[in-house]
């Protein structure tokens, strides 16, 4: 499975990014999707999730209220609609399919794959 991340980039603290990610997956549309983000010297942080049908999402507390995440079926593509970024989330983020088919999204899911990553950098 191959995800092609992009959208990242050198923002401002309060500005907004949207990221996107397309799927070489011909079944696409059977899988959660998602997002997580890695910082020197931090943890990996799952950001948020869609499941298969975009009918349930997960977002990390520190996320909530700020990040919308999406898919569009027909285009193999999931989104990270970023407002009101924070210095703080300045990350290589990374888009992730749990390809284990039909799953609801309650929590962050187990990723299979995932892609090259995109930065985003919030400056103060």
């Known amino acids: 499975v191959q995800l092609q991340a992009s959208g990242g980039g050198l923002v401002q603290a309060g500005d907004s990014l949207k990221l996107s990610c397309k799927a070489a997956?011909?079944?696409?549309?059977?899988?959660?999707m998602g997002w997580f983000r890695q910082a020197p010297g931090r943890e990996r942080e799952d950001v948020a999730a869609?499941?298969?049908?975009?009918?349930?999402?997960y977002y990390a507390d520190s996320v909530k209220g700020r990040f919308t995440i999406s898919r569009d079926n027909a285009k193999n593509t999931v989104y990270l609609q970023m407002n009101s970024l924070k210095p703080e989330d300045t990350a290589v983020y990374y888009c992730?399919?749990?390809?284990?088919?039909?799953?609801?999204?309650?929590?962050?899911?187990?990723?299979?794959?995932w892609g090259q990553g995109t930065q985003v950098t919030v400056s103060s």
């Open positions: 992730a399919i749990d390809h284990r088919p039909f799953r609801v999204v309650t929590t962050s899911p187990v990723y299979d794959y």
């Open positions: 997956e011909r079944t696409f549309s059977n899988y959660a």
């Open positions: 869609v499941s298969w049908s975009g009918g349930s999402t």
